[in-house]
């Protein structure tokens, strides 16, 4: 049976957030509990997190966080972390079958770098963490619940887009677990590649060449497991591995294809 939807599905954000992040950036927006609620009704919720996430840049370490978790949604707004999602009128196809829009904001706590972050970048410009401002459309239907977003970079310092297309399906485990698979394919443009991965002809030395990066998609496997304590309380993981697509891998500023991360948190939800 397909557990009901609900800000926990809409806010699955490893479908965008940029390969770099760290975990904490990469999770903080993509798990809460699967409670169904009114549109008309309104909830806050707290918590707290922690994650594990390692990148694929050269020479720097696994990245371990813990921080508070923040939520609150009503029928116009839903937020999480650092991620705001403005709700737009959707269709009802049929009784399994809807389509739902709409308009999202996310900061990217874990991306960019400066001088200091590994001997890799010593001499380079800093890169900027982005604001994105974007879309999102979801197909939510009794087979898979398909999702597809495309996001700016508001801030301009990249002046980069990403868009995404999601596949995942939660399943309900008894009354108390929910389980969610998922596979993601995120397109990045060659100026958001080019800013993070590329080193400029000012900044090429003898061990690291200057280097400009092009388009490409990455691809992304993960699971999210919730435990419902009660109605109010929940504990949930989430770990995820993502394949870089080659013009990242081929960067000199990296040597490793993948990321992963893991990210574990509980949360209190008011009513």
């Known amino acids: 049976m397909q557990a009901p939807r609900s800000i926990a599905s809409r806010f699955h954000a490893r479908v965008t957030v940029p390969a770099r992040a760290s975990a904490m950036a990469a999770t903080m927006a993509l798990s809460l509990p699967a409670l169904a609620q009114e549109d008309t009704q309104s909830s806050w919720g707290l918590g707290v997190g922690v994650s594990s996430g390692q990148t694929a ?3 720097v370490d696994r990245d371990n966080a813990g921080f508070p978790l923040i939520q609150y949604e009503n029928r116009y707004v839903e937020v999480f972390g650092p991620r705001v999602g403005l709700k737009l009128p959707g ?7 809807q389509l739902k829009f709409s308009l999202v904001g996310q900061y990217d706590l874990g991306g960019g770098y400066d001088a200091g972050d590994s001997p890799v970048f010593s001499g380079m410009a800093e890169r ?3 604001f994105w401002l974007g879309g999102k459309v979801e197909w939510e239907n009794a087979l898979v619940n398909v999702s597809a977003e495309l996001l700016g970079d508001a801030s301009g310092h990249s002046e980069g887009r990403l868009f995404s ?3 995942d399906r939660t399943w309900r485990v008894g009354q ?3 389980l969610t698979p998922r596979v993601v394919a995120t397109w990045q443009d060659s100026k958001y590649v080019d800013y993070y991965y590329g080193v400029r002809a000012d900044e090429a030395t003898a061990g690291r060449s200057a280097y400009r990066g092009e388009s490409g998609v990455n691809a992304e496997v993960g699971l999210r497991a ?3 304590i009660d109605r109010n309380q929940s504990v949930f993981a989430d770990v995820g591995v993502s394949r870089l ?3 990242i891998r081929n960067s000199p500023l990296v040597d490793r294809s993948t ?6 948190g509980y949360l209190y939800r008011f009513r």
Not at 91 to 97: A, K, L, V
Not at 259 to 264: C, D, G, P, T, V
């Open 128 to 130: 900027k963490r982005s």
């Open 226 to 228: 919730m435990y419902m």
């Open 259 to 264: 990321e992963n991360h893991l990210f574990l």
């Open 57 to 59: 840049y050269r020479g």
């Open 176 to 178: 108390q677990w929910m």
């Open 245 to 247: 697509n080659s013009s």
């Open 165 to 167: 297309l999601g596949l």
């Open 91 to 97: 269709w009802r196809i049929s009784d399994s079958q």
